[in-house]
């Protein structure tokens, strides 16, 4: 497993913090791994980076993804260390060593990025087995929604049993098995056995084609709820939509994932004009949290430098808050 991550060492983090006197942050007290042991962590949650594109590029999506995961560890290890928030709780415990796959990945063809998609998910699983087979609670930041198939896989492995899901997100990413990618990490997962109830919020009916809606329609595994449903038709409020989802998944382990591009004007590998608050969706990562067997937290797909020039410099804040959110509502359990 240790070949698995690169670790942070303390110079590099102490380096990220804006040091004030009088104040404490959060970076001067949380534990950051050297060797791998999650074991001896008195905390709950552990915190695993994934800076790759290459999952999205495979789905003929814009590279950028990979950059999101240092802007949040500098904005996280900035935060004022509190008696309700503060770095006893966490495990920095470092990131997935992609710096070869992502060499390998430039100027490649669909194929071969398909093919290092693969390989960079037998590089996740084994990490997210480790971290809940000790009963902590993983939190992965970065990268593509390729990563749920690892995730859902290594979780599945520690707890012997499939895990439910519910995902904010815009897209199913239910496409077929034509090659590992961005656009169907849940359908390997559920074909492979690791996801079995799987609810979907926020879908937007334009970008999610035919079969794949009426797949999950028709499947009772599966609850699709539609943005427009919500906001458009006004069928129900978001808040009783949100709950819907979260009531779905929760009789038994479940994983939370966050796809930025779900939320509106957010630059992401997918960007849209139309979509939820930061607000709201910070909403829905906090009741997530407040769920007795939620099993993982996962947010995925945001950017702060995209291929094409684009940057959004507050994304590293925005996805600190997501953690915060919801790291507070498991507290609140």
């Not at 500098?74 to 260390?81: A, D, L, R």
């Not at 084994?126 to 859902?152: C, D, R, T």
């Not at 591009?261 to 849209?272: G, M, P, T, V």
């Not at 969706?281 to 996962?298: A, D, E, I, N, T």
Request: one cysteine or more; glycine letters at 8%.
């Amino acid at each position: 497993m240790y070949s698995c991550i690169q670790f942070f060492n303390k110079e590099t983090i102490t380096a990220l913090i804006s040091f004030r006197e009088g104040e404490e942050k959060l970076g001067e007290t949380l534990h950051i791994s050297q060797d791998g042991q999650i074991s001896d962590f008195p905390g709950q949650f552990v915190i695993l980076g994934i800076s790759e594109d290459i999952g999205i590029r495979a789905n003929h999506g814009l590279a950028g993804a990979a950059s999101a995961y240092r802007s949040f560890v500098k904005s996280f290890v900035n935060v004022h260390n509190t008696t309700k928030f503060n770095g006893e709780q966490f495990l920095l415990l470092g990131q997935i060593p992609t710096d070869e796959l992502m060499k390998q990945s430039q100027g490649a063809n669909i194929h071969k990025l398909r093919q290092l998609t693969a390989k960079l998910d037998d590089l996740v699983f084994p990490v997210i087995e480790k971290i809940v087979s000790a009963g902590k609670i993983p939190i992965i930041i970065g990268g593509g929604h390729n990563n749920v198939f690892p995730i859902l896989k290594g979780c599945s492995m520690a707890c012997n049993t499939p895990l439910n899901t519910v995902n904010l997100d815009a897209h199913a990413d239910f496409r077929h098995t034509e090659g590992r990618h961005s656009g169907n990490g849940f359908r390997y997962a559920y074909e492979a056995g690791f996801l079995k109830k799987y609810a979907l919020l926020g879908l937007h009916e334009a970008y999610n084609n035919e079969l794949i809606i009426k797949e999950l329609l028709e499947n009772p595994d599966f609850l699709p709820i539609f943005f427009e449903d919500v906001f458009l038709r006004k069928k129900e409020s978001w808040k009783e939509a949100q709950h819907r989802a979260i009531d779905f998944v929760k009789d038994q382990r479940f994983g939370v994932e966050l796809d930025v591009d779900s939320l509106e004007n957010l630059l992401s590998s997918a960007w849209s004009s139309v979509g939820v608050s930061s607000s709201e969706s910070l909403h829905y990562l906090y009741s997530c949290g407040k769920q007795k067997q939620v099993c993982y937290l996962h947010i995925t797909e945001a950017v702060y430098k995209r291929s094409d020039g684009e940057e959004n410099v507050l994304i590293g804040k925005l996805i600190n808050y997501m953690v915060q959110a919801f790291c507070k509502g498991v507290q609140a359990q």
